[in-house]
């Protein structure tokens, strides 16, 4: 006996690929349906070999229903996700609207996984920020073994992060700018994204961080520690999909490159690629469709006494958003709801 899935949002870049991935990991549905506003009331989604055909959300009856994936956003969320919880249906939701929340637990599985205990608090389990999502995953197998005193991250992040608009954007803008006369002046972004880097992701906050950098100062506590200082700068860069970060890691204890290499090819969720030769590493581009968190650039700092740096790349709409939500609905089966 399989479980009964909802999809809410199933019509946008991660509720498609919430679909996909379902499907790609054979996870033990009996029934999945597909929901998104009334505006794509009848659009055509693929699940596997299946097309299933949205149904409207308002309204819906989640009760019967085990999971509820929400990718819809906050306000959304805010409205629905009690009505899914209320009918004892868990929601796994993708949006920043419970991260924070103490009696909310979120979790990344290779990371937390007893946290999913917890979901019978409020019946809603919260899928971190995806450049948090990707980062803890290399954290915390360092930090089990030498204690993280404070990390320092620079994030690379890809358009694919803020949405289809976005990303029709950079590619509009690429081709504009070939063509005389067809230039594209920003929309989603307040400056040109082709060819360019922006330093800003979200909202400024007074201290003159943005809101992105204080979720991963937040998210990483606690996920993996609320003793771990963290500062971030969040970037986003001229490319469709996949996340990269340039991680400085200060430990408590002293942590050899090699043995750091080795923690992290047998932690679950991680790939290395470590050659010290042109290429022998990897990039967002070899990364979109994986499953994997991959790290490369594995090298002592020599400018503190317990510091290690790493580069970290990840596909943003898999294990930053839509690969983790299911791997938190394969957990609570395991753990909790035991179907399937």
Not at 17 to 33: G, T
């Amino acid at each position: 006996m399989g479980y009964k899935v909802v999809v809410a949002g199933a019509t946008g870049n991660v509720g498609r690929e919430m679909l996909n991935i379902l499907a790609e990991r054979q996870f033990p549905a009996d029934e999945v349906v597909a929901l998104a506003s009334r505006r794509s009331l009848g659009t055509e989604v693929s699940y596997g070999d299946k097309t299933l055909t949205c149904k409207d959300i308002e309204g819906f009856d989640f009760s019967g229903y085990d999971i509820a994936f929400f990718a819809i956003g906050s306000d959304a969320t805010k409205k629905y996700a009690p009505i899914a919880a209320s009918q004892k249906c868990v929601v796994i939701d993708n949006s920043s609207l419970y991260r924070y929340d103490p009696d909310i637990p979120l979790v990344v599985p290779e990371v937390n996984p007893e946290a999913v205990d917890r979901y019978t608090n409020k019946f809603i389990i919260a899928n971190p920020n995806c450049s948090t999502a990707q980062m803890v995953v290399a954290l915390k197998p360092l930090h089990d073994r030498a204690r993280i005193k404070r990390v320092v991250v620079s994030t690379y992040q890809s358009v694919s992060g803020t949405g289809k608009e976005a990303i029709d954007e950079l590619w509009n803008q690429t081709k504009g700018l070939y063509v005389p006369g067809q230039e594209v002046e920003p929309k989603v972004y307040p400056k040109q994204i082709a060819f360019n880097v922006i330093p800003h992701i979200d909202v400024f906050l007074e201290d003159g961080s943005t809101k992105e950098e204080w979720k991963m100062v937040a998210e990483t506590k606690k996920i993996v520690d609320p003793a771990i200082k963290v500062t971030a700068t969040c970037v986003r860069v001229p490319v469709f999909v996949g996340h990269s970060e340039a991680i400085n890691i200060e430990f408590e204890d002293h942590l050899d490159e090699a043995e750091a290499r080795d923690i992290l090819r047998e932690a679950p969720g991680v790939m290395v690629v470590d050659k010290r030769e042109a290429g022998g590493y990897i990039t967002p581009i070899e990364c979109v469709g994986d499953y994997a968190t991959y790290i490369s650039r594995i090298r002592q700092d020599s400018t503190i006494d317990n510091g290690i740096n790493l580069w970290c790349v990840s596909d943003n709409l898999r294990k930053g958003a839509a690969l983790n939500a299911v791997q938190i609905a394969e957990t609570l089966g395991k753990r909790c709801l035991k179907k399937g």
